[in-house]
């Protein structure tokens, strides 16, 4: 399978997920900064919340269900540096604007029984760990403006 396939298998095991659930952990530096959970079911209900950690102290955010989806996720993104936007975009590609974590030219890593790992080279280089089973994404992976990187551990199970 090339990794174009492999791109298209993980957008299109997202966009046609009946439904969905994880638990994020967000990292900078080998530094836990946030936690979050996200439950989606197909007739467009989406929940997400969770913390960030940061010198000020812990701030916890929800999406707010008054705002339309595209802009509730979208101002999530803002905090959580991107990672609030990538899973719901994959599972709402329609309603969700925005660059996919997979819009970009992907190359394969490596590949196992259980991993698929690739590099996508867009304008933000990202690293990206799938599950080979059920091709949902373990870990997201970028560098970030300040020099660090950020990386979002996903555990899906709904």
Not at 101 to 109: C, E, G, M, R, S
């Amino acid at each position: 399978m090339s990794p174009e396939e492999i791109v298209e298998r993980v957008a299109a095991t997202y966009a046609n997920a009946a439904e969905y659930g994880d638990t994020c952990e967000l990292a900078t530096g080998g530094e836990v900064r946030g936690k979050f959970r996200t439950s989606f079911v197909r007739s467009g209900r989406l929940f997400f919340d969770g913390e960030l950690f940061t010198k000020k102290g812990t701030h916890r955010f929800t999406l707010d269900p008054m705002l339309k989806i595209g802009m509730a996720v979208a101002e999530l993104a803002g905090v959580t540096l991107g990672v609030a936007h990538a899973i719901p975009r994959l599972l709402l590609p329609n309603a969700i604007g925005g660059r996919s974590i997979l819009d970009a030219p992907a190359t394969l890593l490596r590949r196992t029984s259980d991993r698929v790992e690739l590099v996508l080279t867009g304008s933000v280089p990202r690293r990206i760990v799938i599950d080979a089973r059920t091709w949902m994404i373990l870990l997201h992976e970028q560098d970030v403006m300040d020099q660090s990187t950020i990386v979002a551990s996903y555990t899906p199970g709904f």
